[in-house]
Nanobody, 123 residues
Framework: QVQLVESGGGLVQAGGSLRLSCAAS????????MGWFRQAPGKEREFVAG????????RYADTVKGRFTISRDNAKNTVYLQMNSLKPEDTAVYYC????????????????WGQGTQVTVSS
């Protein structure tokens, strides 16, 4: 089993920065890759960024590429999402997810999910 806990969400002004954390526990082989997703009210959950624990695979959504950076600390079993130059359209609940396989782009391809952390960007 895998348990994921997000933290670091909050309120920030446009242009500001925020760093999200996702602490993972459980079987390592069940979380070979980690992904960050977000979901705004009335919208589908969308892929933001993802990476394998070894860092061999890193992917970003076009909407955040150049602004967001995904990283990890294997010793702490924690994945981070550094968000810079935040925009109001980045406002959403952000979720981390674990995959036993690759860094997938679809939410249904992930096996485990955290409960989410709210990110609100004001104009």
């Amino acid at each position: 089993q895998v348990q994921l806990v997000e933290s670091g969400g909050g309120l920030v002004q446009a242009g500001g920065s925020l760093r999200l954390s996702c602490a993972a526990s459980g079987r390592t082989f069940s979380r070979n890759a980690m992904g960050w997703f977000r979901q705004a009210p009335g919208k589908e959950r969308e892929f933001v960024a993802g990476m394998s624990w070894r860092g061999a695979t890193i992917r970003y959504a076009d909407t955040v590429k150049g602004r967001f950076t995904i990283s990890r600390d294997n010793a702490k079993n924690t994945v981070y999402l550094q968000m810079n130059s935040l925009k109001p359209e980045d406002t959403a609940v952000y979720y981390c997810a674990a995959s036993s396989g690759d860094v997938y782009l679809r939410s249904y391809e992930y096996d485990y999910w955290g409960q989410g952390t709210q990110v609100t960007v004001s104009s």
